[in-house]
């Protein structure tokens, strides 16, 4: 399958809000009960700062949204805009790790790349900038994927700002900065 990517824009929020509602519905099945999916819903999303700062990807196939995500400069790991404690603080590259941030997957597409896409490209992005370290919060469903891009656990949390405690990790991974 070809995908083709790109940055997303405010039009695209639509259809990004529809693809992740699926995503978080359907590929945490089997990792997480269904009060857990529930509250994902409240402490998962997109983060339209990744947006507005040129640092959030859609990838596409056959005109459909297959996935998105990206990464960012700033202090927040994880959390979409209704989320509280968001940190809109610019990192340093020399001393902070960038942030992979809002990686969802139709589940039409699941396994067949696009993830992995999406991390290189947020990877070399980063890089671009000057950062030798990225850090990501996974849900369990996500952790096989990053682990297999060379991310590493550095520990386990569990969030109940949904009401429900969600179990995440947090992984990190070495870069060589561009």
């Known amino acids: 399958m070809t995908y083709t990517h790109r940055l997303a824009g405010p039009d695209d929020l639509p259809r990004l809000e529809s693809?992740?509602?699926?995503?978080?519905?359907?590929?945490?099945?089997?990792?997480?009960?269904?009060?857990?999916?529930?509250?994902?819903r409240a402490i998962m999303g997109l983060d339209t700062a990744l947006i507005s700062d040129g640092t959030y990807f859609v990838v596409e196939a056959e005109g459909r949204f297959a996935g998105c995500g990206g990464w960012s400069r700033r202090a927040t790991l994880y959390g979409g805009d209704h989320s509280a404690g968001r940190d809109a603080a610019l990192l340093d590259p020399a001393t902070d790790p960038a942030k992979v941030?809002?990686?969802?997957?139709?589940?039409?597409?699941?396994?067949?790349g696009v993830g992995r896409l999406i991390l290189e490209l947020s990877e070399a992005a980063a890089a671009a900038e000057g950062f030798t370290t990225l850090e990501l919060m996974a849900t369990l469903s996500g952790e096989p994927l990053y682990r297999a891009a060379g991310f590493v656990p550095v520990e386990q949390v569990s969030d109940a700002g949904g009401g429900v405690p969600v179990p995440l990790v947090r992984m990190r991974k070495a870069i060589a900065a561009g």
Request: charged share 25%; aromatic share 8%; hydrophobic share 40%.
């Open 19 to 40: 693809l992740i509602g699926t995503a978080i519905g359907e590929l945490q099945k089997g990792f997480l009960n269904d009060d857990q999916i529930a509250a994902s």
């Open 101 to 112: 941030r809002a990686m969802y997957t139709h589940p039409d597409f699941a396994r067949r």
